[in-house]
T-cell receptor, first 109, second 117 residues
């Protein structure tokens, strides 16, 4: 079992729709949870982090965490073509960060 | 504020040759990370430094990989000899020093794309 699992996609949504990205993790002791965006040929950039169960909203992005289910998700509202990228889920425990393989999102105009 | 600087951006070598990558972190960032990213995969940690101390090198293949951060600022990652399977992007990241189980945002450099022929 991989430590952090994501559907590789590709996930395709029309412009203006909600994109839903999901991630599960295996270590119940994980402390912090992150979503990174990586454009093709570029390095990852942090877009959201969450520590506590529930939802955290930042603009068009909402991160959701359910520690009991070991599940974290990212919702992107009003998706734009510029959101097309690979989204990496990352999980940290004691400063040790593990990344999922990423989900490739395509937003079609 | 300048970001994480890496060089070279691209490197093509033949197998069995040595190669070195250089990273200069963001000023004031005590923690430095080297990651390896294969195509279609997420970054995998190779080594983490707190200042000049390697605090996590459990994933570094020590038979051929080595790293140093002598003055606690910039760092070099070396592969000797390189193998075909080492072809990947090598990412450097830095963050402010973490403590007490907390975390600070990691900022990634542009990476070095290595091709081993």
């Amino acid at each position: 079992q991989k430590e952090v699992e994501q559907n590789s996609g590709p996930l395709s949504v029309p412009e203006g729709a909600i994109a839903s990205l999901n991630c599960t993790y295996s270590d119940r002791g994980s402390q912090s949870f992150f979503w990174y965006r990586q454009y093709s040929g570029k390095s990852p950039e942090l877009i959201m982090f969450i520590y506590s169960n529930g939802d955290k909203e930042d603009g068009r992005f909402t991160a959701q965490l359910n520690k009991a289910s070991q599940y974290v998700s990212l919702l992107i509202r009003d998706s734009q073509p510029s959101d097309s990228a690979t989204y990496l889920c990352a999980v940290s425990k004691n400063n040790d960060m593990r990344f999922g393989a990423g989900t490739r999102l395509t937003v079609k105009p | 504020e300048a970001g994480v600087v890496q060089s070279p951006r691209y490197k093509i070598i033949e197998k069995k040759q040595p190669v070195a990558f250089w990273c200069n972190p963001i000023s004031g960032h005590n923690t430095l990370y080297w990651y390896l990213q294969n195509l279609g995969q997420g970054p995998e940690l190779l080594i983490r430094y707190e200042n000049e101390e390697a605090v996590d090198d459990s994933q570094l293949p020590k038979d051929r990989f080595s790293a140093e951060r002598l003055k606690g600022v910039d760092s070099t990652l070396k592969i000797q000899p390189a193998e075909l399977g080492d072809s990947a992007v090598y990412l450097c990241a830095s963050s402010r020093q973490t403590s007490g189980g907390g975390w600070n945002e990691q900022f990634f450099g542009p990476g070095t794309r290595l091709t081993v022929l």
